[in-house]
């Protein structure tokens, strides 16, 4: 199975700061990383697909990078509807998919 | 637009049954799988299955090998996902998601249906 890890698990930060989350995997996994987001009581969102690609509709300050094992998430100017739980997910090995634990983004 | 609507919230018994609704418009239903990924309060997302609605084929995740069945009615455009002798480990919001072709991306997501296993 591929196991996925995020760091950090939380973070403080202000209106305005640029946010990086880490998203790794257990094994390279290629471009098939996907980025969701998550507010509280409400189901997660698409943002990102294949590491990079910004899904429509989304704004462009979050971005996605990487490949093979290790890949990132961007939020280059936290806005304020940014706070919420963002996940990484491998879909390599579809159908099969594993979800990281999560990154909750609070306000500092 | 491309939407999933799920059933409502459930109360249930420690041993039996639940068999939640997962209906799509929007879309051809018959053209991506269905997956269910569950989360328990305060936790993080854990994926169940997946379903071929044209086909019917499945998978599972081996930790719901012999508990979970999902299934469809293609007439009306709707999956189901039944788990059996529930445990109050199994109270969680159940989500259903439609599965991207190409990068299996997970787009839109059902609204949730929590599930509370109390005796």
């Known amino acids: 199975d591929i196991q996925m890890t995020q760091s950090p698990s939380s973070l403080s930060a202000s209106v305005g700061d640029r946010v990086t989350i880490t998203c790794r995997a257990s094994?390279?996994?290629?471009?098939?990383l996907n980025w969701y987001q998550q507010k509280p009581g409400k189901a997660p969102k698409l943002l990102i697909y294949?590491?990079?690609s910004l899904q429509s509709g989304v704004p462009s300050r979050f971005s996605g990078s990487g490949s093979g094992t290790d890949f990132t998430l961007t939020i280059s100017s936290l806005q304020p509807e940014d706070f919420a739980t963002y996940y990484c997910?491998?879909?390599?090995?579809?159908?099969?998919?594993?979800f990281g634990p999560g990154t909750k983004v609070d306000i500092k | 637009q491309v939407q999933l609507v799920q059933s409502g919230a459930e109360v249930k018994k420690p041993g039996a049954s639940v068999k939640v609704s997962c209906k799509a418009s929007?879309?051809?239903?018959?053209?991506?799988?269905i997956n269910w990924v569950r989360q328990a309060t305060g936790q993080g997302l854990e994926w169940m299955g997946w379903?071929?609605?044209?086909?019917?084929?499945?998978g599972y995740a081996q930790k719901f090998q012999g508990r979970v069945t999902m299934t469809r009615n293609t007439s009306i455009s709707t999956a189901y996902m039944e788990l059996s002798s529930l445990r109050s480990e199994d109270t969680a919001v159940y989500y259903c998601?439609?599965?991207?072709?190409?990068?299996?991306?997970?787009?839109?997501w059902g609204q949730g249906t929590l599930v509370t296993v109390s005796s």
């Open positions: 094994q390279s996994i290629s471009s098939y």
């Open positions: 929007g879309y051809t239903f018959t053209s991506y799988d």
């Open positions: 997910q491998q879909s390599y090995s579809t159908p099969e998919v594993t």
């Open positions: 294949a590491a990079s």
């Open positions: 379903m071929n609605p044209n086909s019917g084929n499945t």
């Open positions: 998601a439609r599965r991207g072709v190409n990068w299996n991306w997970f787009d839109p």
